[in-house]
């Protein structure tokens, strides 16, 4: 982690590495982060997989995202899961359950044929599991060409040069649990 800007609140930091891999492992949607060359923010939530402890997302191989990526390639890619209410008799300590991870670093297109098959074999096990019969090629991925661009999917993978992790775990006994309507 950085040494400039650290996380304010160290009673929330996750630090159990196999914890923070299970999660990006397990979870389907990031929001990747760029900046446009005008300095303007530009995020959207994408598909990713997470393998050899790097986020590969993917996409048409035209449009905005990559043309972003081509002029500046540093991002911040983010995944988070909100567990629920925390109650507590003072209104200011209510709070959320939670795990966040924050990941800075480049996003690299891959070039590599044998990487990219490899990738795009894990979304589809990861997004559609067990429903293709036979194994995705490198030669359906190095021949595939969209219908609507004509161009070869574009994968990306963004080996974290930072990661942070922060949560608050989910305490049963303290969680808020809404009364319906007419529970009198």
């Known amino acids: 982690m ?18 923070i891999k299970l999660f990006l492992t ?11 060359t005008a300095g303007r ?9 997470y393998w050899n402890d790097k986020i590969y997302i993917h996409g048409m191989g035209s449009g905005k995202k990559n043309l972003v990526l081509a002029a500046r390639p540093s991002v911040c890619f983010t995944v988070f899961e909100e567990f629920g209410t925390v109650a507590d008799p003072v ?5 959320t359950a939670y795990l966040s991870v924050v990941i800075f670093g480049k996003a690299v297109l891959v070039k590599d044929l044998e990487e ?30 969209s219908s609507f661009d004509n161009n070869a999917v574009a994968v990306y993978a963004i080996e974290p040069e930072e990661l942070t992790a922060k949560e608050n775990p989910v305490d ?7 009364v319906g309507k007419g529970d009198d």
């Open 2 to 19: 950085s040494t400039i800007e650290q996380i304010r609140y160290t009673q929330r930091i996750c630090e159990d590495k196999e914890k």
């Open 26 to 36: 397990a979870k389907r949607v990031g929001t990747l982060s760029m900046c446009e």
């Open 41 to 49: 923010p530009y995020a959207l939530p994408v598909n990713y997989v």
């Open 91 to 95: 209104p200011a300590k209510c709070d």
């Open 116 to 145: 990219k098959t490899q990738v795009l074999a894990l979304f589809l096990e990861k997004f559609m599991p067990r429903f293709f019969k036979t194994p995705l090629s490198a030669q359906f991925v190095d021949k595939y060409r």
């Open 172 to 178: 049963p006994e303290h969680m808020f649990q809404a």
